[in-house]
């Protein structure tokens, strides 16, 4: 994961939390350029800030880090785990076959726009 996709994910939970970059900067101790910066991604968000960030948002350095929480739960069996990602991965796939056939369906639309546009650029010519 990227610092790019880090600072992503803590402006995301941040907004989901309803804290402001403000709040932030000052539960951290810094000024709120320095927070900015962070969020900016303009300075290493692996500073020791990461542990009070996730902790301040009430999340895990995972879920900041990764993007989202991974299943932990007492009693989870790794052949849970396994099936609760195999589940989001084919929900993922079948979202990623209807986006798949919704640009299918806009590229047909440009093409035929893109004829009817010839056919009466062609109509004009000969009309001239």
């Known amino acids: 994961m990227d610092n790019s996709s880090i600072k992503n994910n803590i402006r ?35 500073n020791g800030h990461i542990m009070k ?7 895990s350095t995972e879920e900041i880090v ?5 299943i932990q739960a007492e009693g989870t069996t790794v052949e849970d785990v396994h099936e609760e990602y195999n589940t989001r991965i084919t929900n993922y796939e ?13 590229e047909e639309t440009v093409r035929s726009k893109n004829d009817i546009i010839l056919m009466l650029k062609k109509r004009l010519d000969k009309e001239k």
């Open 94 to 106: 079948k979202r990623i076959c209807d986006l798949e056939k919704i640009i299918s369906i806009l």
């Open 12 to 46: 995301r939970i941040r907004k989901a939390r309803k804290l402001t970059q403000e709040d932030m900067a000052h539960k951290l101790g810094i000024s709120l350029t320095a927070y900015r910066d962070l969020e900016k991604g303009n300075t290493s968000v692996v």
């Open 66 to 70: 990764l993007g989202y929480k991974p």
């Open 53 to 59: 960030i996730a902790m301040l948002l009430n999340t």
